[in-house]
Each structure stands twice: as structure tokens, then as C-alpha cells.
């Protein structure tokens, strides 16, 4: 089992940066990936970032080259960084943990960005 918790987000004016983390515990070893997914109000969850076991990193189109995900040594926390943030960034980002049988999710933070 894997449980997540995320802190960050919140409210910036448009061009403003923001930072999401997520912090993994349980059964970490055998984490093969964590990342975000966002939604907003009206759309489907789209796929933010993810990193995988490798340290490969996926990224989806709308944010590619404004945001970016790392994560920490111990590799059991993730942190998206995001900057030159729109008002199409507006919404609810869930943090996501893969193992090979299963995706956890974590409870989801609010970013909003004000014109």
C-alpha cells in the first residue's frame, strides 16, 4: 500500500510560479512512477508530469518547458515546479503513485491563477 500526501499550490496572479509536492510512504520499493494529473472544471483529467523509476520524465503538451518534476534522493517525495502559470492552469492537481498493480492517488490541491 502507498500513501500520499500533498502540500503546495494555491493562488497566483498569471505569469506567477508555483510549487507541488507530494510525499510517498508505504510500500515505496516497488514505486515504478509518481506524477500529476490535473482537472478542471468542465474537462477530463489530463495527464501534468510523471517520473518514472528511471528518472525518465513525461510531460504533458500544454505544460512541456514551463513546468518541471523532480523528486528527492530518498525518492520517495515529488515536487512539481511550475512557472510562467496561465489561467488555463487553473484547477485541481492529484498526485499519483504506479506500482505494477496499481495507481494511488493522493487527495488533490487547488491551483488557481488569476488574470
Known amino acids: 500500500q502507498v500513501q500520499l500526501v500533498e502540500s503546495g499550490g494555491g493562488l497566483v496572479q498569471a505569469g506567477g510560479s508555483l510549487r507541488l509536492s507530494c510525499a510517498a510512504s508505504?510500500?515505496?520499493?516497488?514505486?515504478?512512477?509518481m506524477g500529476w494529473y490535473r482537472q478542471a472544471p468542465g474537462k477530463q483529467r489530463e495527464l501534468v508530469a510523471n517520473i518514472l523509476r528511471s528518472g525518465s520524465t513525461n510531460y504533458g503538451g500544454s505544460v512541456r518547458g514551463r513546468f518541471t518534476i523532480s523528486r528527492d534522493g530518498a525518492k520517495n517525495t515529488v515536487y512539481l515546479q511550475m512557472i510562467s502559470l496561465t489561467p488555463e492552469d487553473t484547477g485541481v492537481y492529484y498526485c499519483?503513485?504506479?506500482?505494477?498493480?496499481?495507481?494511488?492517488w493522493g487527495q488533490g490541491k487547488q491551483v488557481t491563477v488569476s488574470s
Open positions: 499519483h503513485a504506479d506500482i505494477p498493480t496499481a495507481r494511488y
Open positions: 508505504g510500500s515505496i520499493s516497488s514505486l515504478n512512477a
